[in-house]
């Protein structure tokens, strides 16, 4: 988890990097990559791309590439950091469509959790005054998309294989990505190649090493260090972006955090 999260961290800063680029643009780039990965591994195992639950993968595909957009549209107006700790308010979202879509119980601890989250977000926008309205809109909803995404591959559960799922996203992505970056393309040149490739290796093995953390461990274990990519990346945009993140950013980000970790360790208590 230590290696994914670095991984998906560097993937963060890439897309900070080039900030003159769509973010259409990137995630057609981000996509592209990935695909060299997941089709290989694909073939080579001889497992079927198009997989079994075909309209959910779809499904997960469109969401996936809807929240994606959004937070990459985000991060050309926060600072890096902020933008990813919103992003991961995403399981409060998802613990909300569970509830009315799968029917699911959420305990009351969670819920106040979740509210501690909550007023991480009210801290950032209320205290730090430099904070971007139209950034923090962009984030909330790529959150917002990222729950539908939870739901999304809980309903396809183990009925196909995670690669299949990853690799229908990123094919959808790099459609979408493509055409909607038609009209406003900027040739890459010199090493952005390199970075625009780079979006998808490190976002793919960030997915690789985080499965296999999971697989190796229990959840309550490791999802609590998966949290560790805001770090890494508020680290990333002090240090190669000159970011400054105010008192009150640092203690929204803190709550937001420290409210979803803790749900993570209590319901893996309650379990």
Do not use: E, Q
């Given at each position: 988890m230590l290696i994914s999260t670095l991984a998906f961290a560097c993937m963060n800063a890439i897309v900070k990097q080039l900030l003159h680029i769509s973010a259409f643009q990137i995630v057609f780039f981000r996509s592209i990559s990935s695909l060299i990965f997941?089709?290989?591994f694909l073939l080579k195992n001889n497992i079927p791309i198009f997989g079994n639950k075909k309209k959910l993968l779809i499904l997960r595909g469109i969401v996936g590439v809807t929240?994606?957009?959004f937070f990459f549209m985000s991060t050309k107006y926060l600072p890096i950091g902020t933008a990813v700790s919103l992003r991961y308010m995403a399981p409060i979202f998802a613990a909300i469509f569970a509830v009315f879509l799968l029917r699911e119980k959420v305990k009351l601890w969670q819920w106040l959790f979740f509210a501690m989250a909550f007023m991480g977000v009210l801290v950032l926008k209320g205290f730090d005054a430099e904070l971007n309205s139209y950034g923090l809109l962009?984030?909330?909803?790529?959150a917002i998309f990222s729950g539908l995404v939870y739901i999304t591959i809980s309903k396809i559960g183990k009925r196909d294989h995670p690669v299949v799922v990853v690799n229908y996203f990123m094919v959808i992505s790099a459609?979408?990505?493509g055409i909607l970056s038609i009209n406003n393309w900027i040739t890459p040149v010199g090493t952005e190649w390199l970075l625009l490739f780079g979006l998808g290796v490190f976002g793919y093995f960030g997915q690789l090493y985080m499965t296999k953390a999971f697989q190796v461990a229990t959840t309550n274990q490791v999802a609590p260090l998966k949290y560790l990519e805001v770090i890494y990346t508020v680290l990333f945009g002090i240090f190669i972006f000159s970011e400054v993140?105010?008192?009150?950013?640092?203690?929204?980000?803190?709550?937001?955090?420290?409210?979803?970790?803790?749900?993570?360790?209590y319901k893996g208590k309650v379990k």
């Open positions: 997941t089709f290989t929240s994606m957009t962009l984030a909330c909803i790529s459609i979408v990505g993140y105010t008192f009150w950013s640092l203690l929204g980000i803190s709550l937001i955090i420290g409210g979803l970790v803790l749900n993570i360790l």
